[in-house]
């Protein structure tokens, strides 16, 4: 598997984290896991799309043009066949801009969440347009593509005080309060809880908790100290509460995710997707 993120292109700079593909010409067909990271995406396959697990109804193939809304636990994938896909990363302020989600009679991003939705039934021409756009050479991201979504997105403001806010929130790794960061923000706490759950997608307790457990996850990954220590200094109570959080995120318990994460750098593709979207990038098989 070969997972690359690469820097928005200056267009899109404004609403886009980043553009990333994810190729795999023979993948194992296993389950894989995402973790979610408060941030919306566009997704485009380019190959065989892949299958996601819903509770409600079991395995499910994916269209070919997604938008995988605001998620609160891991997501669960398996390949069919080939892998070629690619990803556009909304900044998390951002969220609600590509479908203007809350205005007119469009649902709230909220309603959407925990949801992977067909753009095909959002918008149908925008759907055919970005399919259209992206090339099928070692390089997809074309300039048609690009213009698409820059004539899109730019289309939606994006409010400065909800940016500064996610900034703040990111910077702390989740640990800054809701009263504490409508003061940083100077908005009142209302304001700042309905502004930022309408642009976002997540209310801003539950976007803090996303980066808190991104946090320990990367901690997980790379450190070697006490699992009680990471437990405190990511913010937790105690071990046990860290526990309690991570296991109903991922799925796994902070010491049975550091193993899984460790044995995917000696080659265990159980946890590579995971591993490769928390890294920015792959490991080389």
């Given at each position: 598997m070969e997972y690359r993120e690469h820097e928005a292109p200056a267009a899109l700079?404004?609403?886009?984290?980043?553009?990333?593909?994810?190729?795999?010409?023979?993948?194992?067909?296993?389950?894989?896991?995402?973790?979610?990271?408060?941030?919306?995406?566009?997704?485009?396959?380019?190959a065989?799309?892949?299958?996601?697990?819903?509770?409600?109804?079991?395995?499910?193939?994916?269209?070919?043009?997604l938008f995988a809304a605001q998620a609160?636990?891991?997501?669960r994938l398996r390949a069919t066949g080939?892998?070629?896909?690619?990803?556009?990363?909304?900044?998390p302020e951002a969220g609600a801009a590509l479908f203007n989600?809350?205005?007119?009679?469009?649902?709230?991003?909220?309603?959407?969440?925990?949801?992977?939705?067909?753009?095909?039934?959002?918008?149908a021409p925008f759907a055919a347009a970005l399919i259209a756009g992206l090339g099928h050479a070692d390089d997809p991201i074309t300039p048609a593509f690009i213009g698409l979504l820059a004539e899109r997105l730019n289309a939606c403001p994006i409010d400065a005080r909800i940016a500064a806010a996610v900034a703040a929130l990111d910077r702390a790794g989740g640990n800054l309060t809701p009263r504490a960061l409508a003061a940083s923000v100077g908005m009142g706490m209302r304001s700042l809880q309905g502004?930022?759950?309408?642009?976002?997608?997540?209310?801003?307790?539950e976007y803090a908790l996303v980066q808190r457990l991104q946090a320990t996850i990367r901690q997980l990954d790379g450190g070697t100290g006490a699992l009680a220590d990471t437990a405190i200094e990511m913010g937790f109570a105690d071990q046990a509460h860290a526990t309690r959080a991570v296991r109903a995120f991922a799925g796994l318990?902070?010491?049975?995710?550091?193993s899984a994460l460790r044995a995917q750098r000696d080659g265990d593709q159980t946890l590579a997707m995971a591993a490769a979207f928390v890294r920015g990038e792959s490991m080389p098989r």
């Open positions: 700079r404004r609403h886009v984290h980043c553009v990333w593909r994810l190729r795999d010409p023979a993948p194992s067909g296993a389950l894989q896991t995402v973790y979610p990271d408060g941030r919306c995406e566009l997704i485009v396959h380019l065989e799309p892949m299958q996601i697990q819903s509770a409600a109804h079991g395995w499910q193939t994916q269209s070919r043009c609160r636990s891991a997501i080939a892998l070629d896909c690619v990803g556009v990363r909304l900044r989600a809350g205005v007119g009679s469009q649902p709230p991003l909220v309603a959407w969440i925990d949801q992977v939705l067909d753009v095909q039934r959002l918008d502004c930022f759950a309408a642009a976002v997608g997540l209310t801003v307790k318990t902070p010491a049975r995710l550091r």
